[in-house]
């Protein structure tokens, strides 16, 4: 059997992290000296790198200050992460037993996500898994979804072919992303965007549960 790569997003898909991430944007745009968009402008944006975030939410502002805003948000991010007894976001219901059911299942497991590498493997670590994913992309090293980017450097690193990898994700950006590097696309409800939003975005299935997701992504592979 050819390998199969299981390509998850983090934030709105693995993790709920809708609170952390609006409660450090209304931070950053007190430190720059603005007031906050409202959290459903945040919440749309989600899934984008950072630097794609701030141009949305302060579209007629300069470079500068969309690059401060990047950068007082990682700093407030990290301050509220690191804290003495911080909890870490927490997962969806469900998610750890369907990533240990797709490996039992012999299926690779990767994470493609708009997250820092600082973030995503902290977030993995306090959940202990840490060894479940063969590969790990994010924003350091890639442009924003829906650039297919983080797509082609996981099937570099895996061997998988796009027809062999199934994208998990909570937005249009996620599916589009995957829509562009050939991979299957599968959308997941109890995120950020709604079902028109991955639908039109190209989703090829919808789940509404996490344990929906096996068995659909195999009918997927086997169409």
Known sequence: MRPRLALFDCDGTLADS??????????????????????????????????GIA????????????????????????????????????????????????????????????????????????????????????????PSKPDPSMCVAAFDETGCAPEDTVVIGDTAYDMAMARAAGALAVGVSWGYHGPAELQGAGAHALVTRPDQLPAIMKQLLER
């Open 18 to 51: 809708q609170h952390h991430i609006v409660s450090a944007m209304d931070e950053a745009f007190a430190d720059i000296g603005l007031p906050p968009p409202p959290a459903q402008a945040v919440r749309a944006t989600i899934g984008l790198s950072l630097p």
């Open 55 to 142: 141009a949305r939410l302060l579209p007629d502002h300069d470079a500068a200050l969309q690059a401060a805003l990047v950068e007082a948000y990682r700093t407030r991010y990290f301050t509220a992460r690191s804290m003495a007894g911080a909890a870490p976001e927490p997962l969806y219901d469900g998610i750890a037993d369907v990533i240990t059911a797709l490996g039992d299942a012999g299926w690779l497991l990767g994470i493609a996500t708009g997250k820092s590498m600082r973030g995503l493997t902290r977030l993995l670590a306090a959940h202990g898994l840490s060894d479940r994913f063969v590969t790990l992309q994010t924003a350091d090293f890639h």
